[in-house]
């Protein structure tokens, strides 16, 4: 176990030199800074839809069903915004 450490911190060492580290802000300083925009769009009906089909499925009085039954939820709400025909599978 310490011959490991050891082999590690002598190839750590060897390889350092020639270790490139940069940043975007090292290599792109001629760009203009990141303007963020938020632009809000009206919901279509479709996607009303879909959202208060989704909210009387999932109607319930707490958080349960753990991390990954949320996440599963937040990704589907998240497909209603962009892409709402790709969940009914080519149907209108």
Do not use: W
Request: with cysteine; hydrophobic share 40%.
């Amino acid at each position: 176990l310490e011959a490991g450490r050891i082999a590690l911190d002598r190839l750590h060492r060897q390889v350092l030199p020639f270790l490139l580290r940069r940043t975007k802000a090292d290599v792109l300083d001629d760009l203009p800074p990141k303007i963020i925009q938020d632009v809000l769009c009206p919901a279509t009906h479709l996607q009303l839809d879909l959202y208060d089909a989704f909210k009387r499925r999932h109607k319930t009085g707490g958080a349960s069903g753990g991390g990954k039954k949320a996440m599963g939820g937040v990704m589907y709400l998240k497909r209603v915004a962009n892409h709402p025909k790709m969940l009914l599978g080519g149907e209108e």
